[in-house]
């Protein structure tokens, strides 16, 4: 019989969202007068940017000739979307080329598939709490993982502490945190990385919520990140992308891993060979879509809905900060992260705000052993609905 | 420094489409008066379908407004999709439950990522001349290759030969060689797959241009295949997808693997956990077009396409069997194999060709060790081309 990976068995099946959906629809069924707020998804609400819509009816009818039919494109993507993106890091001082941008369809599949140019050997480094995927694919592949605790003593900004690994995952604006690193603690990153000869892969779906013009929007505003990190990018929460995908990822030629015999390599070069192989790129209707959140029309649209969502935050900012509550995030991110009241657990404070409150959020034990005794509040909705909720909450506490 | 995957270095570069695409560029140079028709590449020119472009527009008009607006899907696909196929393969006398269906962004992904999960130390058999995308995938991850010799004297349909392995790759309708396992051939695969506890690897890309209705469309036609074969289709060349990116694998619940430890599991469940963790599903407006192939409008539009290109691969076939060269393919298939006339190697007649009538084909060579010596026409071209193209060749030969 075919042996099947057998690493797929050591991983730990997540049941929060389904544990989540089970007691808001228990709830629901008990009390169907009340008017249920969910604010735990970290799914966008708002539609399409008309720029985005229009570039998506052309590029249909497009397909719909013989003359504009387009069959199989670049794998890595098209030249239009490449240069838009070159274009778009070049507005945070940024120089790429375009061979050094990969379009994909999302970043959790490239952060996921990234795993396959590396040896399982490799000691990988991930913050706790954190997104799950980066613990769950390395484990599908094997490796050994170090956690690094971010807690309220870092800000949830966790910071090198001496330990050795090869491959450091870090996510600014992080999620679930909304925690943001600066340019100093990202430094001291690429500096521990080219000390370690490690990779760092830098998770930047985020960056579009960043304000503060102190904080860098990418791993490339720091010296010496292009010897030393690869960073994965997304269009979901910029542009709405969750259920459109696309997103791109940038790996330097600057970066170099090496062989078990001591040969270096160009990540690069694997990355190109990985993707020709066994990806066959984003619909060419959707890059078409993707590059009109590039041009001044798109982007100023894009920059509404994310100014709209940010509202939001802001709102549940205020609140938490008029009831001294300690939370991350909420600032230069669509997520609060916020300490459970009254020293509740995630599950406990879940129950709790369900039950008095009719607002669902996401407990924070979900995304590690540190985020018990916090939760997630996301910045998705629509307004109304975000005050209601936060009118609610702070009666409440 | 971070180890790399070295098993990305024992890669063979693959110049063949380089190649052939420099020659022809020097070709043109040389000659600017002639007209060079390409007959290599394995991409539709097509438009899409009149019902895809009507259901990809509604699909657009949807995610303009926050009431149609589709965020994160399911990742294995939306339930109107996994249904349609489902229904499809009813047609062929197959019942599928939906959750043993995944949609994919096309064929060529899931045959790359299926690997994932299954163990490096598996013994791996593939046919050559064969698709490079089995191969390369299985080099990625360091696995064992036997090959089955595709030959004239199995008329490129290889069977069992008594050789143990672990996993399996069949390609029917093939690629390159158009030739199409019977009934009874696959029974006997099924039979070899059920006895050597192995996984049949089935790639059905091209089971739409099967005509004769003896000849199965899906290996699941086949008893006992549920229990041994996973199975591989894409829209690509159905519905002329390859620039719009979807298709289906099924991985049916009763089939299993084992741990090394001997437990028993099914690879549907570690599938699910594998695209949920590393894949965020097909864009909603591409699932809506997709959808819109397997409604009754939509599927007349699709075989008519398709029977346009099947008359070009009757006049290619009609041309070589009057002269008397040897072929594969051509009928229930996009793809003519053919013997190179006057004992010529595979690139030694693209040259010949070229040079004399200015028609491009691809170079058996590059499908493998069995390929040398043979030469891939393909039909997607338009009437005219191609019967321009194999009157040169019926004039030259």
Redesign the interface.
Not at 47 to 65: S, Y
Not at 131 to 155: C, K
């Given at each position: 019989?075919?042996?099947?990976?057998?690493h797929?068995?050591e991983?730990e099946d997540s049941y929060l969202f389904s544990t989540v959906n089970k007691k808001v629809a228990a709830f629901g069924e008990a009390h169907p007068e009340k008017k249920i707020i969910r604010m735990g998804i970290g799914?966008?609400?708002?539609?399409?940017a008309?720029a985005v819509?229009d570039a998506?009816?052309q590029a249909?009818?497009e397909?719909?000739?013989?003359e504009?039919?387009?069959?199989?494109?670049p794998e890595q993507g098209y030249d239009f979307l490449r240069g838009a993106v070159r274009d778009y890091y070049k507005t945070h001082g940024v120089e790429l080329e375009a061979d050094e941008i990969f379009i994909s369809?999302?970043a959790?599949?490239d952060i996921?598939?990234i795993t396959?140019?590396?040896?399982g050997?490799?000691t990988v480094m991930i913050p706790d709490p954190v997104y799950?995927?980066y613990v769950?694919?390395n484990i599908?592949d094997g490796r050994t993982i170090l956690y690094l605790s971010a807690t309220p003593e870092n800000d949830f900004l966790p910071m090198p502490d001496g330990r050795h690994a090869?491959?450091v995952y870090l996510c600014s604006p992080n999620n679930p945190t909304g925690a943001v690193y600066t340019r100093e603690q990202l430094k001291a990153w690429v500096d521990y990385a080219l000390e370690n000869?490690?990779?760092l892969l830098f998770d930047a779906a985020y960056e579009s919520f960043i304000t503060d013009e102190k904080l860098p929007h990418s791993i490339y505003e720091v010296e010496g990140a292009k010897e030393c990190a690869i960073e994965f990018c997304s269009l979901s929460k910029t542009a709405?992308f969750?259920?459109?995908?696309c997103g791109y990822t940038v790996v330097p030629k600057a970066l170099?891993?090496?062989?078990?015999a001591g040969e270096?390599?160009q990540?690069n070069r694997?990355w190109l060979?990985?993707q020709t192989?066994?990806?066959?790129?984003?619909?060419?209707?959707?890059q078409r879509g993707a590059a009109a959140v590039f041009t001044p029309e798109g982007r100023a649209q894009c920059l509404n809905m994310i100014a709209y969502y940010r509202e939001n935050a802001k709102l549940m900012a205020d609140v938490l900060t008029r009831k001294g509550i300690y939370f991350t995030g909420g600032i230069n991110s669509p997520y609060i992260w916020m300490e459970c009241p009254g020293k509740m657990g995630s599950w406990e404070f879940f129950d709790f705000l369900l039950e008095k409150a009719a607002v669902v959020g996401t407990p924070g034990a979900g995304f590690g052993v540190n985020g018990e005794g916090f939760f997630r509040l996301t910045a998705f909705g629509n307004h109304e609905n975000a005050e209601e909720a936060m009118a609610r909450l702070e009666e409440l506490l």
């Amino acid at each position: 019989m075919a042996l099947i990976n057998g690493h797929f068995l050591e991983l730990e099946d997540s049941y929060l969202f389904s544990t989540v959906n089970k007691k808001v629809a228990a709830f629901g069924e008990a009390h169907p007068e009340k008017k249920i707020i969910r604010m735990g998804i970290g799914d966008v609400t708002l539609p399409l940017a008309p720029a985005v819509i229009d570039a998506l009816h052309q590029a249909v009818d497009e397909m719909a000739t013989k003359e504009g039919f387009h069959g199989y494109g670049p794998e890595q993507g098209y030249d239009f979307l490449r240069g838009a993106v070159r274009d778009y890091y070049k507005t945070h001082g940024v120089e790429l080329e375009a061979d050094e941008i990969f379009i994909s369809d999302g970043a959790k599949s490239d952060i996921g598939n990234i795993t396959d140019l590396f040896d399982g050997a490799n000691t990988v480094m991930i913050p706790d709490p954190v997104y799950p995927v980066y613990v769950d694919t390395n484990i599908m592949d094997g490796r050994t993982i170090l956690y690094l605790s971010a807690t309220p003593e870092n800000d949830f900004l966790p910071m090198p502490d001496g330990r050795h690994a090869d491959l450091v995952y870090l996510c600014s604006p992080n999620n679930p945190t909304g925690a943001v690193y600066t340019r100093e603690q990202l430094k001291a990153w690429v500096d521990y990385a080219l000390e370690n000869e490690a990779v760092l892969l830098f998770d930047a779906a985020y960056e579009s919520f960043i304000t503060d013009e102190k904080l860098p929007h990418s791993i490339y505003e720091v010296e010496g990140a292009k010897e030393c990190a690869i960073e994965f990018c997304s269009l979901s929460k910029t542009a709405g992308f969750t259920g459109t995908r696309c997103g791109y990822t940038v790996v330097p030629k600057a970066l170099y891993g090496k062989t078990a015999a001591g040969e270096k390599v160009q990540p690069n070069r694997l990355w190109l060979r990985r993707q020709t192989t066994k990806f066959n790129g984003v619909p060419y209707i959707i890059q078409r879509g993707a590059a009109a959140v590039f041009t001044p029309e798109g982007r100023a649209q894009c920059l509404n809905m994310i100014a709209y969502y940010r509202e939001n935050a802001k709102l549940m900012a205020d609140v938490l900060t008029r009831k001294g509550i300690y939370f991350t995030g909420g600032i230069n991110s669509p997520y609060i992260w916020m300490e459970c009241p009254g020293k509740m657990g995630s599950w406990e404070f879940f129950d709790f705000l369900l039950e008095k409150a009719a607002v669902v959020g996401t407990p924070g034990a979900g995304f590690g052993v540190n985020g018990e005794g916090f939760f997630r509040l996301t910045a998705f909705g629509n307004h109304e609905n975000a005050e209601e909720a936060m009118a609610r909450l702070e009666e409440l506490l």
